[in-house]
Every structure is written in C-alpha cells, then in structure tokens.
C-alpha cells in the first residue's frame, strides 16, 4: 500500500487524514495551550523552563486536523529548545477537543510528531516521535494513553542503539 503524507508546520500527515480548519479560534488555543500544560509569559506560550538559549522558540500550534476521525479538532503544539529537549532539539504535545468543548491531552514528549496509517482504539492514528538516530518509538491509542509498541524506521522494524 502506498501513502502519501503531507507537512504542515513540521509534523507528517498521512493524507488520508482530514484537515478540520487551519488555525483555531482564540479561546480553543488558549485552551489547548493549557491542556499541554504550557502557561502564558508576555505573550508567549511556555512549558519548558528555557534559561534564554539561542534556540529556543515558544509554543506554537503547528497543526491543525481531525487525525481520529470524530469530527472535532486535534491540535500539535510545539517548542524548541535543546536545553529542556536535549538533541532532538524539539518539544511536542497533542491535544484533542471533546463533544463538550475540552481539551485534553494526549501525548507529549521530546521529538517530532509524526502520524501514521496504522490505527489504535477509537480510531486514533499510530503515532512515531522522531529525533535523532535512525530508529523511533512508534505509540499507539489503547483507549486510555498512548504506549510504546514498537522501534521503526522507514516503515520498518528496528532495535535502538541504546
């Protein structure tokens, strides 16, 4: 089976994956933002405690879609900076909008975010983090956390150097 993916803002999007809008409205990014536990410093969006290293960038939602299909808004924040990220360099969160109007979280971590075709309890994608090296964890939804269920890379299993 051939996929094909798209980039926005960084993350990798299986096409087959609907976009519900682009940007969200105010008050649903202020809320996603403190789902993924980020707090509001001078206008910026911050989780990680950054002393002020030349690569740091706050908070920002880089994407916007429904990647489970329910109709309702997932959103992918992210920040840089190796001093709280190490050499993956990058910071991600995911978080989802509920029938009720909440946000919640369903995974962060350190590395990039990437969706995948393979699917989970209700629908939610696979997910890999990638980072540096040539092996990455792939998570999957068992209907209460994302949980580690393999090392692949390029589409292919694999064994960390670690």
């Known amino acids: 089976m051939h996929v094909v993916f798209i980039v926005i803002g960084g993350v990798m999007l299986p096409s087959s994956i609907a976009l519900a809008q682009t940007t969200l409205p105010r008050a649903d990014s202020d809320a996603a933002f403190k789902a993924a536990g980020f707090t509001e410093h001078s206008g910026q969006w911050r989780a990680c405690d950054d002393p002020g290293t030349a690569g740091y960038a706050p908070g920002a939602i880089e994407s916007v879609a429904d990647v489970n299909g329910d109709g309702l808004p997932e959103a992918v924040i992210t920040e840089s900076s190796s001093f709280c990220?190490?050499?993956a360099g990058v910071g991600y969160?995911?978080?989802s909008k509920s029938g009720s109007g909440r946000w919640r979280?369903?995974?962060e971590g350190s590395g990039?975010?990437?969706f995948l075709t393979t699917k989970g309890a209700d629908g939610w994608p696979d997910i890999q983090i990638g980072g540096p090296g040539f092996c990455f964890p792939v998570e999957r939804w068992n209907g209460r956390e994302y949980a580690r269920v393999r090392f692949e890379?390029?589409?292919?299993?694999?064994?960390?150097a670690n």
């Open 85 to 87: 990220h190490g050499a």
């Open 93 to 95: 969160a995911l978080v």
């Open 105 to 107: 979280l369903m995974s």
């Open 112 to 114: 990039v975010l990437g």
């Open 153 to 160: 890379y390029d589409g292919k299993p694999c064994r960390p």
